[in-house]
C-alpha cells in the first residue's frame, strides 16, 4: 500500500513548485494592498455564487485553489493591511508573524503539555516575564499565559475573581451563594466584560455600569457609591475593572484611583489594556507602571498595536496560584513533567486545552526588531495620531476624546451633520475606511480613525481630511 497520505501530503517536488507559487500571490497582495479598494462592496448575493460553484465531490487542482482562494480573498475581505485603513485595532501583521505561523501549520505543536512542546511552553513563559516587567507586574508570584485575544483573558480573570473571593466556588459554583457577587466597569468598557458576566454564570444583571465623566475616564466617586449601596443592598462586590486604552475612544482610566477603591472594599482589581498594553514598550508612559502594578490581572494583546497575526493575546495574575485554583483539572491520559520542571501544565492551568504556539509570532518579531524596532513603530503611529488631530481641528473638525495614543473621535463642528451621513459618504468612496461610535458621555454619536498600520505616513492623513471635507461639502450643498 503506497504511504503517500493518501493524498494529503504533496510530494517534495509538489510541494516546492506550491510554494513558490503560494509566495507570488502573497508577494502580489503585499505590494498591491494600498491600491485596492479598502472596504470590499462585496454583496450577499455574490458571496453566495461563489460558493454555489464548490463542489467537495469534484476535487480540484492544488494550483486552481491557490489561485480560487487568493483571487476571493483579495475581492472580498474588508483590507485593514491597508495604510488607509481607519476602523478597530486589526493591524497589518509583521512579516516576522507571517513566518511564524507559517512554521506552526508545519510542526503543530501541541502547547497543551509540556512533554510534548517545552521549548514552545518556555518561550511563551519567557515572554510573559518580559511583559510582565514592563507592566511593573513582575512579582515573584506573576504568573500568565497566552489566550485567543482579551475576550478569553477577560473571561480568565472573573473566573480567577470568583475563585479566589467566593468560598467553594470551584467546587460548588454559584449554588447556595447567599451574597450575590456584582462587577463594575465603565459604561465605555469592551462588550466582552458582560459577555463574561453572562456565560459565568453571573448573568449581566451583576454588572454595574458605571457613569463616566466629560474626559470619558471611569467616575471614580460613583463607582464607590454604587459599591457602596451594593454592600448595604445585600450583594458581594466582587471585580473592578479599568480601561488602559478603550476601544471607542483610548480613554485610560484613573487606575491609581480606582485601585484604592479596589483595596479599599476587598474587589479584585483587573486592567483590560488589550491595545494600550502596548504603548508600555516606550519609556514616556512608564510612569503607568506603579498604577498597573496593583492590578491583580491583566489582559494584553499583541495582536493589536504590536501587529501580530491574529490571535495572540495574554493573561497575567499577579497570584499565580489562583490560576491553579481556577482551571486546574486531573487527567490520567496526559502526561504530567511538573515533577521535573518548574512550568506547569498548559492544560491544567489555563482555559484552552490543546492549542496553538501563538506566542512564536511575538517572540520572532522582537527576536528580529527588538524592543528598539517596536517602540519606533508605537512612537511613529504615535506622532502620526497627533497629526490627525492637528489637521482635524484645523479643518473644524471637534475632537472629543482625549487621549495620548492614536485613536481620535470627532464630530462636524461646522455645520453638525449627524456622523453616520459623513460615515456613509467617507466609505462609499472605497479609498479609506473609518468607523462611527457613541461616547457614552452624553451619548454623543462621532466618527472614529484609529491609527493601527505602522506604515500609515502623514500623507495618507492629508488623504483622509480632503475626503472628509468633501463628505461634508456634499451634504452641505444638499441642504
Same mark, same amino acid.
Not at 462587577?183 to 454595574?208: F, P, Q, W
Not at 520572532?364 to 490627525?388: C, D, N, P, R, S
Given at each position: 500500500?503506497?504511504?503517500?497520505?493518501?493524498?494529503?501530503? %504533496?510530494?517534495?517536488?509538489?510541494?516546492?513548485?506550491?510554494?513558490?507559487?503560494?509566495?507570488? @500571490?502573497?508577494?502580489?497582495?503585499?505590494?498591491?494592498?494600498?491600491?485596492?479598494?479598502? +472596504?470590499?462592496?462585496?454583496?450577499?448575493?455574490?458571496?453566495?455564487?461563489?460558493?454555489?460553484?464548490?463542489?467537495?465531490?469534484?476535487?480540484?487542482?492544488?494550483?486552481?485553489?491557490?489561485?480560487?482562494?487568493?483571487?476571493?480573498?483579495?475581492?472580498?475581505? %474588508?483590507?485593514?493591511?491597508?495604510?488607509?485603513?481607519?476602523?478597530?485595532?486589526?493591524?497589518?501583521?509583521?512579516?516576522?508573524?507571517?513566518?511564524?505561523?507559517?512554521?506552526?501549520?508545519?510542526?503543530?505543536?501541541?502547547? &497543551?503539555?509540556?512533554?510534548?512542546?517545552?521549548?514552545?511552553?518556555? #518561550?511563551?513563559?519567557?515572554?510573559?516575564?518580559?511583559?510582565?516587567?514592563?507592566?511593573?507586574?513582575?512579582?515573584?508570584? =506573576?504568573?500568565?499565559?497566552?489566550?485567543?485575544?482579551?475576550?478569553?483573558?477577560?473571561?480568565?480573570?472573573?473566573?480567577?475573581?470568583?475563585?479566589?473571593?467566593?468560598?467553594?466556588?470551584?467546587?460548588?459554583?454559584?449554588?447556595?451563594?447567599?451574597?450575590?457577587?456584582?462587577?463594575?466597569?465603565?459604561?465605555?468598557?469592551?462588550?466582552?466584560?458582560?459577555?463574561?458576566?453572562?456565560?459565568?454564570?453571573?448573568?449581566?444583571?451583576?454588572?454595574?455600569?458605571?457613569?463616566?465623566?466629560?474626559?470619558?475616564?471611569?467616575?471614580?466617586?460613583?463607582?464607590?457609591?454604587?459599591?457602596?449601596?451594593? @454592600?448595604?443592598?445585600?450583594?458581594?462586590?466582587? #471585580?473592578?475593572?479599568?480601561?488602559?486604552?478603550?476601544?471607542?475612544?483610548?480613554?485610560?482610566?484613573?487606575?491609581?484611583?480606582?485601585?484604592?477603591?479596589?483595596?479599599?472594599?476587598? %474587589?479584585?482589581?483587573?486592567?483590560?489594556?488589550?491595545?494600550?498594553? &502596548?504603548?508600555? #514598550?516606550?519609556?514616556?508612559?512608564?510612569? %503607568?507602571?506603579?498604577?498597573?502594578?496593583?492590578?491583580?490581572?491583566?489582559?494584553?494583546?499583541?495582536?493589536?498595536?504590536?501587529?501580530?497575526?491574529?490571535?495572540?493575546? #495574554?493573561?497575567?495574575?499577579?497570584?499565580?496560584?489562583?490560576?491553579?485554583?481556577?482551571?486546574?483539572?486531573? &487527567?490520567?491520559?496526559?502526561?504530567?513533567?511538573?515533577?521535573?520542571?518548574?512550568?506547569?501544565? +498548559?492544560?491544567?492551568?489555563?482555559?484552552?486545552?490543546?492549542?496553538?504556539?501563538?506566542?512564536?509570532?511575538?517572540?520572532?518579531?522582537?527576536?528580529?526588531?527588538?524592543? @528598539?524596532?517596536?517602540?519606533?513603530?508605537?512612537?511613529?503611529?504615535?506622532?502620526?495620531?497627533?497629526?490627525?488631530?492637528?489637521?482635524?481641528?484645523?479643518?473644524?473638525?471637534?475632537?472629543?476624546?482625549?487621549?495620548?495614543? +492614536?485613536?481620535?473621535?470627532?464630530?462636524?463642528?461646522? =455645520? @453638525?451633520?449627524?456622523?453616520?451621513?459623513?460615515?456613509?459618504?467617507?466609505? &462609499?468612496?472605497?479609498?479609506?475606511?473609518? =468607523?462611527? =461610535?457613541?461616547?457614552?458621555?452624553?451619548?454623543? +454619536?462621532?466618527?472614529?480613525?484609529?491609527?493601527?498600520?505602522?506604515?500609515?505616513?502623514?500623507?495618507?492623513?492629508?488623504?483622509?481630511?480632503?475626503?472628509?471635507?468633501?463628505?461634508?461639502?456634499?451634504?452641505?450643498?444638499?441642504?
Amino acid at each position: 500500500m503506497s504511504n503517500d497520505g493518501f493524498g494529503l501530503l %504533496l510530494s517534495a517536488a509538489k510541494r516546492n513548485k506550491v510554494w513558490q507559487q503560494l509566495g507570488e @500571490k502573497i508577494e502580489d497582495y503585499l505590494t498591491s494592498v494600498d491600491s485596492l479598494p479598502v +472596504p470590499q462592496k462585496t454583496t450577499t448575493e455574490e458571496v453566495q455564487q461563489i460558493l454555489s460553484q464548490i463542489d467537495f465531490d469534484r476535487p480540484m487542482a492544488v494550483e486552481e485553489v491557490i489561485d480560487w482562494t487568493h483571487t476571493h480573498l483579495k475581492k472580498t475581505l %474588508l483590507q485593514i493591511a491597508s495604510r488607509d485603513y481607519y476602523g478597530v485595532f486589526n493591524p497589518q501583521a509583521s512579516s516576522m508573524s507571517l513566518i511564524a505561523d507559517a512554521f506552526l501549520a508545519v510542526y503543530n505543536p501541541q502547547l &497543551a503539555s509540556t512533554a510534548s512542546a517545552m521549548l514552545c511552553i518556555e #518561550m511563551e513563559n519567557y515572554l510573559i516575564d518580559y511583559f510582565a516587567k514592563k507592566f511593573g507586574l513582575d512579582t515573584p508570584t =506573576t504568573k500568565g499565559c497566552f489566550t485567543s485575544g482579551a475576550t478569553e483573558a477577560n473571561f480568565m480573570s472573573l473566573l480567577c475573581a470568583l475563585s479566589r473571593k467566593v468560598e467553594n466556588y470551584r467546587d460548588n459554583g454559584l449554588r447556595g451563594i447567599e451574597k450575590w457577587p456584582t462587577v463594575y466597569a465603565s459604561v465605555e468598557s469592551h462588550g466582552s466584560i458582560k459577555r463574561s458576566c453572562r456565560i459565568s454564570g453571573l448573568g449581566t444583571d451583576s454588572l454595574r455600569t458605571i457613569p463616566v465623566k466629560a474626559n470619558l475616564q471611569m467616575d471614580v466617586e460613583l463607582l464607590e457609591q454604587q459599591i457602596i449601596q451594593d @454592600k448595604q443592598n445585600g450583594f458581594q462586590p466582587l #471585580m473592578v475593572v479599568a480601561n488602559l486604552g478603550s476601544t471607542s475612544s483610548g480613554t485610560i482610566d484613573a487606575i491609581g484611583e480606582i485601585a484604592k477603591v479596589a483595596q479599599k472594599h476587598n %474587589l479584585w482589581f483587573h486592567i483590560d489594556a488589550a491595545w494600550g498594553g &502596548a504603548a508600555l #514598550m516606550l519609556d514616556d508612559f512608564a510612569y %503607568l507602571r506603579k498604577e498597573i502594578a496593583q492590578a491583580d490581572s491583566l489582559s494584553f494583546d499583541p495582536h493589536k498595536w504590536l501587529s501580530v497575526a491574529i490571535g495572540c493575546g #495574554m493573561f497575567f495574575v499577579k497570584e499565580g496560584s489562583v490560576l491553579r485554583k481556577t482551571f486546574s483539572i486531573e &487527567a490520567t491520559y496526559m502526561p504530567d513533567e511538573t515533577q521535573q520542571h518548574e512550568t506547569g501544565e +498548559p492544560y491544567r492551568d489555563t482555559l484552552q486545552w490543546s492549542r496553538r504556539f501563538m506566542g512564536l509570532k511575538l517572540f520572532l518579531t522582537l527576536l528580529v526588531h527588538g524592543e @528598539k524596532g517596536y517602540g519606533q513603530a508605537i512612537q511613529h503611529q504615535i506622532e502620526i495620531g497627533a497629526y490627525l488631530k492637528q489637521q482635524l481641528q484645523a479643518n473644524s473638525w471637534e475632537v472629543l476624546n482625549q487621549t495620548p495614543w +492614536p485613536v481620535a473621535c470627532f464630530i462636524d463642528g461646522k =455645520t @453638525k451633520h449627524h456622523p453616520k451621513k459623513i460615515l456613509d459618504l467617507v466609505n &462609499a468612496t472605497g479609498e479609506t475606511w473609518i =468607523t462611527n =461610535t457613541q461616547l457614552m458621555w452624553q451619548n454623543q +454619536p462621532v466618527l472614529r480613525v484609529g491609527i493601527s498600520n505602522f506604515r500609515t505616513q502623514r500623507e495618507n492623513i492629508d488623504k483622509l481630511i480632503k475626503i472628509l471635507n468633501s463628505a461634508r461639502d456634499q451634504l452641505k450643498a444638499k441642504t
